[in-house]
């Protein structure tokens, strides 16, 4: 298996191992068990994990229990601007200001009391250029 083959089957079952701990993680996966979905030993595959992903499984399943604790919080009905937008080295500034000072003075909306949030679509955590695509959703109501 040429390099680049075996690069891409890591990934392939690194991500597989992603998938495990996201359908698994009210289970409590040991090492041994997330590893094996991956079909590493688990000494190969804490060190090819955090190569990869750029953290340690532990780290990576709580930022994964933190994110979903969050997803599961209530966000009041109500009208939301939604920006998409591709961002670089973790650089969101740039579409917060699209929105905020682009678009929203000539928009005929204001910003309305709520929570305003991010949804990754695309982590640029493994993107080699440290691309991410992001939506912006503010809550809007009219002037």
């Excluded at 089957?9 to 698994?24: C, L, P």
């Excluded at 000072?101 to 679509?121: C, F, H, K, M, V």
Aim: proline share 6%.
């Amino acid at each position: 298996m040429g390099t680049q083959n075996a690069r891409r089957e890591y990934e392939r079952r690194i991500n597989q191992a992603i998938d495990f701990m996201g359908a698994h993680l009210a289970d409590n996966p040991s090492l041994d068990e997330i590893a094996a979905a991956a079909c590493f030993s688990k000494f190969h595959f804490h060190r090819l994990f955090q190569a990869h992903v750029g953290e340690t499984v532990l780290e990576f399943t709580r930022r994964l229990r933190l994110d979903g604790d969050v997803q599961q919080q209530y966000v009041p009905a109500g009208r939301y601007a939604v920006h998409q937008f591709e961002a670089v080295n973790n650089d969101f500034q740039e579409g917060w200001d699209v929105l905020v000072r682009d678009w929203l003075p000539s928009s005929g909306y204001q910003p309305a009391d709520g929570p305003a949030y991010e949804t990754i679509i695309k982590s640029g955590a493994h993107d080699p250029e440290g691309r991410w695509t992001v939506e912006i959703h503010l809550p809007v109501k009219p002037l």
